[in-house]
């Protein structure tokens, strides 16, 4: 038997040298595998995977100065959020007292139209109505009404005719009418178009 396993080997031996050196061609020698091996273990800047990297002192002081730039960044998108959410809550407010403002301006201005509007039409009424009395009788009266209503009611009448009841009148409240009609100043008036 081993005689016929050396005849078949010296027989075949001219076919497997040919392909007995493509493989040891394709392998690495144990020296080289071990090399291309340690060049796999190192990290990225050159150095093994075991061995931890050492820094210069500048790029100690570098990387310092990064993370302190880092967290002076952090505080201040901090800050920036914390105003953005300060302005977003006075905003709130501010839109809150625009509505009220809007609500009293709206009421301020049926007010004003109920002054102008509704009672000129009476206080009319009323100047003709006095006007049409005799300035002794119409005094009489005026002398027991408030003297803003008086006021206006006199603004109504002629010159003439107002003359002739102030004539008439108690001679204190003649003066203080005429010291309110000196002082008086004309309601203010509120147009749709004004801004707040």
Do not use: F
């Not at 049409?132 to 009611?153: E, F, H, Q, S």
């Not at 010291?179 to 203010?188: F, S, V």
């Amino acid at each position: 038997m081993l005689r016929l396993c050396l005849a078949l080997v010296l027989l075949a031996g001219p076919l497997v040298a040919p392909l007995w050196a493509e493989e040891t061609a394709a392998k690495p020698k144990e020296g080289e595998a071990a090399a291309s091996a340690g060049d796999a273990a190192k990290d990225e800047g050159g150095l093994p995977a075991n061995q931890e990297r050492v820094y210069s002192p500048t790029e100690t002081q570098l990387l310092m100065e990064l993370e302190q730039q880092r967290v002076e960044l952090e505080r201040h998108t901090q800050a920036v959020e914390l105003r953005e959410k300060l302005v977003d809550l006075m905003e709130q407010r501010l839109n809150g007292r625009v509505a009220e403002l809007q609500a009293l301006k709206t009421e301020l201005e049926g007010l004003l139209k109920n002054v102008s509007g509704k009672d000129d039409k009476e206080l009319d009424q009323l100047a003709s109505i006095y006007g049409a009395m005799k300035p002794a009788t119409a005094a009489g009266v005026l002398n027991k009404l408030d003297n803003a209503i008086v006021l206006d009611v006199l603004k109504r009448m002629p010159p003439k005719k107002s003359g002739k009841i102030m004539e008439s009148l108690d001679p204190a409240k003649a003066r203080v009418l005429s010291e309110m009609m000196a002082d008086q100043t004309p309601l203010p008036q509120v147009s749709p178009t004004t801004p707040l």
